[in-house]
């Protein structure tokens, strides 16, 4: 195999390379330099077989190309391709170009992937588009191939691309090493047929450019045809020298694995979408039974060595992705990636170029579905649906304004200190017949910096005028904290502190008092609130809450806290637990009054 020879390029190479660096400091590039430098490049990775240093050359190479392209045109090389093949103008520049990513294509997965798309149109390409989100699975894919790490698990929702990235990796697998066994499994014979489909396609159709990278790598096997064996029947196709067992193997789950798949010690198991469908995610036993068949038929095929790439969208806790996450997570040789449907700022991960999902796509479809769902197919946290305790459907909503009638404000504090934990301050509205409006939260994870201006300024804005702060030796002295800032402020207001529960009284606690939330409270429905709405209410002078970043915050916490399973957070749901609490006896369990500190100097 030519790609995989290592030596030393010559000081006669080093020495020309040199002279063209030192050259294009004085001298304006042009395209014989550049042709220069792609020749350099040839000569270090196919004569001299020096593979560090040819690579480190096509990288330099290439940004001169892209320099000096956005230079004459103003544009990326992309750019002037894409007016190449609007106007069918042929360019040698794009050509030199592609020739830097073929000498790289054995060597850079991103490189084979621009090169396989070489002959398309730039409208129908399935990499380029999708890049800025999918280069971090291309660098995982990397690492998996380079053996940094010996499994992948890649979860993303559906039809973003997740499965036509691995396809392509298997392709560059076999390009690399047609004589070794991979094999695709999914949930079903029908999902097979379908890979098996796609690969073909990279293979052997004439819209990509596999055939001319593989007898570039394989040069062994010039005279040979690319597919060497194939069964339509049995999904397998062969590369190289044919032997019992296929290059690649497509089958699903619910077929034959013994004797018939093998995975050898440098293939691939690669595992996409075991789980069906709603119906199927639904049922433990059938999860189970999935399982036990991917550890039974699958992965028993695999040999010493051999690697696994497993690929999905995340439906509940007892997805198979899911549960590998769990019992390795932490093992350096397994990388587990997440990317939801929006990011940290709400905003779509997958608003592609081309044929992408906008983040106004994705916000209408989390309003329509079971806030479960959304969170487990779209924003890749799975759950378990038996256990939640306060399902979104089963919780009282208003509109934002407070009915008439008299009422009293009320807000308590469950105090964070690390962890990854948030302050959470649920605040109501308190009527006579017993309802409460939680009409706004503080829900931080800020330090006590960041976090004691809110609660101060909560408490006054809003007339609290007894409150009570949970948490244990660090609880007592927020509530100090609070206590002299109102002081400061001449503000009169009784806060109380009590020592928190260990954390399965706390799950106890929080059970307990789990129907009278769903019964008496009433929360700020999702609803977005238009501009003209906005301005009818001032117009009228209506108060309208909304629900801010915090209180979204703490209602997707909440509404995926679950009575059975984990829970990596339970701050939400203690915040409100304690809240009725306080209502429902103010003065009892208070621990610690907080008082003047003796020792205060005018800090902390």
Not at 43 to 66: C, F, H, M, P, W
Not at 450 to 460: A, E, F, K, Q, S
Not at 550 to 575: R, W
Request: a negative charge; proline letters at 3%; glycine letters at 8%.
């Amino acid at each position: 195999m030519s790609g995989g020879a290592f030596s030393l390029a010559s000081k006669e190479l080093i020495n020309t390379v040199n002279q063209y660096d030192n050259f294009i400091k004085t001298h304006l590039v042009d395209e014989s330099v550049i042709s220069a430098y792609v020749e350099a490049c040839k000569v270090a990775i196919n004569g001299e077989k020096d593979i560090e240093y040819g690579l480190q050359l096509t990288k330099r190479s290439k940004g001169i190309i892209e320099q000096f392209c956005m230079k004459q045109t103003g544009g990326t090389i992309w750019d002037l391709e894409k007016y190449a093949q609007n106007h069918n103008t042929p360019y040698d520049l794009i050509d030199k170009y592609y020739e830097l990513l073929k000498l790289e294509s054995y060597y850079n997965f991103e490189s084979f992937m621009y090169y396989m798309e070489r002959k398309r149109n730039w409208s129908k390409r399935f990499y380029y588009p999708r890049r800025k989100t999918l280069k971090v699975v291309v660098n995982d894919l990397e690492d998996l191939e380079n053996r940094k790490i010996k499994f992948y698990g890649l979860s993303m929702p559906s039809r973003v691309g997740k499965s036509t990235i691995c396809i392509f990796f298997l392709a560059w697998v076999a390009m690399r090493r047609p004589n070794s066994h991979s094999a695709m499994g999914g949930h079903s014979g029908i999902l097979a047929k379908g890979f098996y489909k796609e690969l073909m396609n990279l293979f052997s159709t004439e819209e990509y450019a596999f055939d001319e990278l593989f007898f570039f790598w394989n040069q062994e096997y010039a005279n040979k045809s690319l597919v060497t064996d194939k069964s339509a029947d049995e999904f397998t196709i062969t590369l190289g020298d044919p032997d019992r067992f296929a290059t690649v193997t497509c089958r699903g789950i619910d077929g034959t694995w013994t004797g018939a798949v093998d995975v050898s010690k440098d293939g691939y198991l690669y595992v996409d979408d075991l789980v069906r469908d709603r119906e199927h995610s639904l049922s433990p036993t059938r999860m189970e039974n999935t399982y036990q068949e991917y550890l039974n038929k699958m992965v028993d095929r695999k040999n010493d060595g051999a690697r696994e790439l497993m690929v999905g969208t995340l439906w509940n806790v007892l997805d198979p992705l899911e549960r590998l996450r769990k019992s390795y997570d932490g093992n350096p040789e397994y990388r587990f990636r997440r990317i939801p449907a929006l990011d940290e700022n709400d905003e779509s991960n997958f608003d592609y170029e081309i044929n992408g999902f906008s983040t106004a796509y994705y916000r209408d479809m989390r309003e329509k579905l079971d806030k479960a769902e959304w969170e487990a197919k779209f924003m890749q946290r799975p759950f378990v649906r038996e256990g939640l305790l306060f399902p979104t459907d089963e919780l009282r909503y208003f509109n934002g304004i407070l009915p008439d009638g008299d009422f009293r404000r009320i807000g308590v504090v469950d105090v964070a200190w690390g962890g990854g934990d948030s302050l959470s301050m649920p605040i109501g509205a308190e009527y006579d017949n017993g309802d409460v409006y939680i009409y706004d939260w503080v829900f931080n994870k800020g330090a006590k910096e960041v976090t004691l201006p809110l609660v101060v300024g909560r408490i006054i804005g809003n007339g609290i005028r007894q409150t009570r702060f949970e948490g244990n030796t660090g609880g007592e002295l927020y509530c100090q904290y609070v206590d002299e800032r109102l002081q400061d402020q001449k503000y009169k207001c009784s806060c109380t502190s009590r020592k928190a529960p260990n954390k399965v009284e706390k799950l106890s606690k929080i059970i307990a008092y789990s129907g009278d939330i769903k019964r008496k409270f009433i929360f700020l429905e999702s609803k977005k609130v238009t501009q003209d709405q906005l301005q009818k209410d001032a117009e009228l002078g209506v108060v309208r809450y909304r629900r801010n970043d915090e209180y979204q915050a703490a209602m997707d916490e909440l509404t995926m806290f679950v009575s059975i399973g984990e829970n990596k957070h339970d701050d939400a749901a203690d915040g409100l637990t304690q809240l009725e609490m306080f209502i429902e006896n103010p003065n009892n369990l208070a621990t610690a009054t907080a008082t003047a500190n003796p020792f205060r100097t005018g800090g902390y």
